[in-house]
């Protein structure tokens, strides 16, 4: 079975825990960065080819639709918050899931 590359992007570290410990035990995913913070991110994104993020929106910093607009190719996203009022704008970039 192959495994999609992917990263996480959240400032709440129980959520950045939980997703990997998640992508780990479904043997579909290689996590390939966790991140705080959507700069650091981005940052390894330009030298890196990954197919899946995890991303929260509220950050400190850029927040995870200011990510998305820096990136020069778009992976599946997988966009994490509790706050529907983002659900709109998450479709807008055509994320994957909410």
Known sequence: MMKLDCIIVDDEPLSR???????????????KGI?????DAV????????QVIFLDVEMPGLN?????????????VIMQTSNVDYA???????VTDF
Do not use: W
Not at 17 to 31: D, G, I, P, Q
Not at 43 to 50: D, G, M, P, R, W
Not at 65 to 76: A, E, G, T, V
């Open 17 to 31: 825990n939980f997703l990997a410990r998640f992508c780990t035990r479904s043997e579909r995913a290689e996590v």
């Open 43 to 50: 940052t390894f994104l330009k030298s890196h080819v990954i």
């Open 35 to 39: 991140f705080s913070n959507a700069k």
């Open 64 to 76: 995870g639709f200011q990510m998305l607009d820096q990136l020069s190719y778009m992976p599946k």
């Open 88 to 94: 709109f704008t998450a479709f807008e970039y055509n």
